[in-house]
């Protein structure tokens, strides 16, 4: 029998859980709204928040799976990649924990526990499958061998899906966090507006030119019409929203064929989606793919896919010593 306390600290969510034998028994997530009001997250507002929330996320998620902090085996934790400063807070915070209790340190790669999400639930992905993991920092396609054998054959070689979501609401005078802003907006229009579609080779992907077309788009009606934005949100949103998606899956479906996978998963923030998640569906079944959807509270940052694949990491006596340090940059793949 194992227990597994998870710590996801990568951005502005501190985030404890806790896994028994597999199943995820908490998942606590404490949102930061300091960031609001700048449009976007600060890092070191970001650290400061994290110090404060740490120890209080993790005691509510200790009491919620109804243990106590001595039966907890092991301890993962978010090593990278993210915010440095974030980052350490979760580091420091799992060492000491560590440390004090004499149990063993488990290092988690974030994107590794998006894709290892899928797995806390049924019905699980079999080995070999891709997964489209969108983030607000990342746009990868990844090929899953095994729960720790990942190959990136895909990715975006500028801006991620995510923040080309956020950077487009700030466009619209949308508050921020933007990309559900959009996607509620999108349910009530029509994407009658063309935007560009991005011609990069191969797997990978590209949002900067895009970001630019919705700019200069924005800049050209309005001064036509004041009143433009106002008028025309939904059917702006509705549009933007159609063309990332059209980009994500037109990659994920060369992807899927080339490589000849029929299991296709999605992860990461922008999974959460409504609009990604139907067109996966409609696409799925064109191509007879078996496709796996998170739920939605693992699609944002949160420790309870820290803590599957720390579970599954336990299992292969896969620590770390109290030497370890975090990374801001980690590859999916190593």
């Known amino acids: 029998m194992a227990t597994i306390l998870g710590i996801e600290s990568s951005c502005d969510e501190t985030s404890a859980s806790i896994c028994i034998d597999g199943e995820i028994r908490s998942n606590i997530i404490s949102n930061q709204t300091v960031h609001e009001k700048f449009g976007g997250v600060i890092p070191e507002l970001a650290s400061r928040a994290h110090q404060q929330n740490i120890i209080p996320t993790v005691s509510e998620a200790i009491r919620v799976a109804k243990i106590h902090k001595n039966e907890i085996d092991a301890i993962a934790f978010t090593r990278g990649p993210g915010l440095l400063g974030s980052l350490l807070v979760g580091t420091s915070f799992a060492k000491a924990f560590a440390l004090a209790r004499n149990i063993p340190l488990i290092e988690?790669?974030?994107?590794?526990?998006?894709?290892?999400?899928?797995?806390?639930?049924?019905?699980?992905?079999?080995?070999?499958?891709?997964?489209?993991?969108?983030?607000?920092?990342?746009?990868?396609?990844?090929?899953?061998?095994?729960?720790?054998?990942?190959?990136?054959?895909?990715?975006?070689?500028?801006?991620?899906?995510?923040?080309?979501?956020?950077?487009?609401?700030?466009?619209?005078?949308?508050?921020?966090?933007?990309?559900?802003?959009?996607?509620?907006?999108?349910?009530?229009?029509?994407?009658?507006?063309?935007?560009?579609?991005?011609?990069?080779?191969?797997?990978?992907?590209?949002?900067?030119?895009?970001?630019?077309?919705?700019?200069?788009?924005?800049?050209?009606?309005?001064?036509?019409?004041?009143?433009?934005?106002?008028?025309?949100?939904?059917?702006?949103?509705?549009?933007?929203?159609?063309?990332?998606?059209?980009?994500?899956?037109?990659?994920?479906?060369?992807?899927?064929?080339?490589?000849?996978?029929?299991?296709?998963?999605?992860?990461?923030?922008?999974?959460?989606?409504?609009?990604?998640r139907s067109a996966l569906v409609s696409l799925a079944e064109q191509e007879h793919w078996n496709v796996y959807i998170p739920k939605f509270e693992y699609c944002t940052d949160n420790a309870a896919m820290i803590a599957i694949a720390g579970y599954y990491k336990y299992l292969n006596n896969d620590f770390v010593s109290q030497e370890i340090a975090p990374l801001a940059r980690w590859s999916v793949s190593n």
């Open 108 to 276: 988690v790669n974030h994107m590794q526990g998006h894709i290892l999400a899928h797995f806390i639930e049924d019905p699980k992905p079999k080995f070999p499958f891709l997964c489209l993991t969108v983030s607000g920092g990342h746009t990868q396609i990844v090929l899953v061998k095994n729960y720790f054998d990942m190959e990136l054959v895909g990715q975006t070689i500028d801006d991620a899906a995510g923040e080309a979501f956020d950077k487009t609401a700030k466009i619209l005078n949308l508050p921020y966090p933007g990309g559900p802003l959009i996607d509620k907006l999108a349910k009530e229009g029509n994407p009658r507006f063309k935007f560009p579609e991005p011609q990069i080779k191969d797997f990978d992907f590209s949002f900067s030119g895009l970001k630019t077309a919705i700019l200069y788009f924005v800049q050209q009606n309005t001064k036509e019409n004041p009143n433009f934005l106002q008028e025309n949100i939904n059917d702006i949103c509705a549009s933007v929203q159609d063309r990332i998606i059209s980009i994500l899956l037109k990659k994920l479906k060369l992807a899927a064929n080339q490589l000849e996978i029929v299991d296709v998963a999605i992860a990461g923030g922008v999974s959460a989606n409504s609009g990604l």
